[in-house]
């Protein structure tokens, strides 16, 4: 059946949803990559809550998604930006989800790395002292999970910190304490406006001198970094720099096909947002990549980037809306429904477009299931055939 879906001039336009999803199956894990899936929470619609409130998780539903990337062969990456962290998600629930979460990848096998910041510590001016206490509070609960870390930009250290010595002092006090190679993110301003000037500077290539010298003076206690900037050709020159034996984790949800495949002198592994709905069509083509087969990589993954530029445009940091329809037409989750109220970020229009681009990929499990449930939101916004 024909859906009408608005466009962003007030048009309905008549789509003809598909009748047949991709269907890729669970394989062997990966031997060419490591790659991780950043994941969304799933909300409880139930709690009579506020966007000021505390995050009300279905913890049933979050760990069955966590299973689910799992399956297909992905790391998870957890309590991340795309589980909402900072704009939704505090630190109490972060915590919380970090310990579920790590136990479950134990008791399955899957493969877990969490982030750690220092979202517990006030809006209120705070000391280099107190952000590093704050850091030093998260790593241990990370760490006594049995998960890898992931060290994420601060908010409260951008604030704080006077210049890039002052990033150089308190990575280097954590990484000397950190009981494993952590991975190190760097995330832009486009994810979080609040970060801008991260490194001690704006300009990029002071930054990226910056973060060098930090992975410079610690090699031992880096796995990886994982680098959200957006800009290719930036993270192609970053991953040549890195010390031998460190990882480029892409989290370039732009440009990611091109930066996995790599060139002649290297590649980048990947941790990504947008790979939380493209799990299983991402896992399909990271095995085909396992096989030497780069074009056939290219050729699965390719068409998926309109998919994540939509998601991604701007304002960027409202990605998680999108991520998280999907998954709700997908069928992974019984409701349309986000902590901190956050359904309410995109437009209709947007999510229309989510809806097409993803069926058109085949994403749907249940195309039927899909289209139902997309009629029934245009409904809701008053859009009737």
Same mark, same amino acid.
């Given at each position: 059946m024909t859906?009408?879906?608005?466009?962003?001039?007030g048009?309905?336009?008549?789509? =003809?949803?598909?009748?047949e999803p991709?269907?890729?199956?669970?394989?062997?894990?990966?031997?060419?990559r490591?790659?991780?899936?950043?994941?969304?929470?799933?909300? *409880?619609?139930?709690a009579?809550v506020?966007p000021?409130?505390?995050?009300a998780?279905?913890w049933?539903?979050?760990?069955?998604?966590?299973?689910?990337?799992?399956?297909? &062969?992905?790391g998870?990456?957890e309590?991340?930006?795309?589980a909402q962290r %900072?704009? %939704?998600?505090?630190?109490?629930?972060?915590? $919380?989800?970090?310990?579920?979460?790590?136990?479950?990848?134990k008791?399955t096998?899957?493969?877990?790395?969490?982030?750690?910041?220092?979202?517990?510590?006030?809006g209120?001016?705070?000391?280099l002292?107190?952000?590093?206490?704050?850091?030093e =509070?998260?790593?241990?609960?990370?760490?006594?999970? &049995?998960?890898q870390?992931v060290?994420?930009?601060?908010r409260?250290?951008?604030a704080?910190?006077?210049?890039? =010595?002052?990033?150089? $002092?308190?990575?280097?006090?954590?990484?000397?304490?950190?009981?494993?190679?952590?991975?190190?993110?760097?995330?832009?301003?486009m994810?979080d406006?609040?970060?801008?000037g991260y490194?001690?500077?704006?300009?990029? *290539?002071a930054?990226?001198?910056?973060f060098?010298?930090?992975?410079?003076?610690?090699p031992?206690?880096?796995?990886g970094i994982k680098?959200?900037?957006?800009?290719?050709r930036?993270e192609?020159?970053?991953r040549r720099?890195?010390?031998?034996?460190?990882?480029?984790?892409?989290?370039?949800?732009?440009?990611?096909p $091109?930066?996995?495949?790599g060139? *002649?002198?290297?590649?980048s592994?990947?941790l990504?947002?947008?790979?939380?709905?493209?799990?299983?069509?991402?896992?399909e083509?990271?095995?085909v990549?396992d096989? %030497?087969?780069?074009?056939g990589?290219?050729?699965?993954?390719?068409?998926?980037?309109?998919?994540?530029?939509?998601?991604f445009?701007?304002?960027?940091?409202?990605?998680?809306?999108?991520?998280?329809l999907?998954?709700?037409?997908?069928?992974?989750?019984?409701?349309?429904?986000?902590? &901190?109220?956050l359904?309410?970020?995109?437009?209709?229009?947007?999510l229309?477009?989510?809806? $097409?681009?993803?069926?058109?990929?085949?994403?749907?499990?249940?195309?039927?299931?899909?289209?139902?449930?997309?009629?029934?939101?245009?409904?809701?916004?008053?859009?009737t055939?």
């Amino acid at each position: 059946m024909t859906l009408h879906l608005p466009d962003a001039h007030g048009a309905l336009r008549a789509y =003809e949803p598909r009748t047949e999803p991709l269907a890729p199956t669970p394989g062997a894990p990966f031997t060419s990559r490591t790659v991780f899936s950043a994941a969304h929470v799933v909300a *409880d619609p139930y709690a009579d809550v506020s966007p000021d409130s505390p995050a009300a998780v279905d913890w049933d539903a979050t760990l069955a998604f966590r299973r689910h990337l799992w399956a297909h &062969g992905l790391g998870v990456a957890e309590a991340m930006d795309t589980a909402q962290r %900072g704009m %939704g998600l505090d630190w109490a629930g972060a915590a $919380e989800l970090i310990r579920r979460s790590a136990a479950e990848a134990k008791a399955t096998g899957g493969r877990i790395a969490c982030g750690v910041g220092t979202d517990q510590l006030p809006g209120t001016p705070v000391t280099l002292a107190e952000v590093r206490a704050a850091y030093e =509070e998260q790593l241990a609960v990370v760490e006594e999970s &049995g998960a890898q870390a992931v060290l994420m930009a601060s908010r409260a250290l951008a604030a704080t910190a006077r210049g890039p =010595e002052d990033y150089l $002092e308190t990575y280097g006090h954590l990484l000397r304490q950190a009981a494993e190679p952590v991975i190190l993110h760097w995330l832009g301003p486009m994810f979080d406006p609040a970060l801008e000037g991260y490194w001690g500077s704006s300009d990029l *290539d002071a930054a990226t001198d910056t973060f060098l010298d930090v992975i410079a003076a610690h090699p031992d206690k880096v796995d990886g970094i994982k680098v959200s900037l957006l800009d290719a050709r930036r993270e192609v020159a970053l991953r040549r720099r890195l010390p031998q034996g460190v990882r480029c984790y892409t989290g370039d949800d732009f440009h990611y096909p $091109e930066l996995i495949a790599g060139d *002649d002198q290297g590649f980048s592994h990947a941790l990504l947002g947008i790979f939380d709905p493209l799990g299983p069509l991402a896992a399909e083509a990271v095995r085909v990549l396992d096989t %030497g087969n780069t074009d056939g990589f290219r050729a699965l993954l390719d068409p998926t980037v309109d998919l994540s530029r939509h998601l991604f445009q701007t304002p960027t940091r409202y990605y998680k809306t999108g991520v998280v329809l999907l998954a709700w037409l997908a069928g992974h989750q019984s409701h349309f429904a986000m902590v &901190g109220g956050l359904q309410s970020a995109r437009s209709l229009p947007h999510l229309a477009r989510a809806y $097409e681009l993803a069926d058109r990929l085949g994403l749907f499990p249940d195309p039927k299931l899909a289209e139902d449930r997309m009629r029934t939101l245009l409904h809701l916004y008053g859009v009737t055939p």
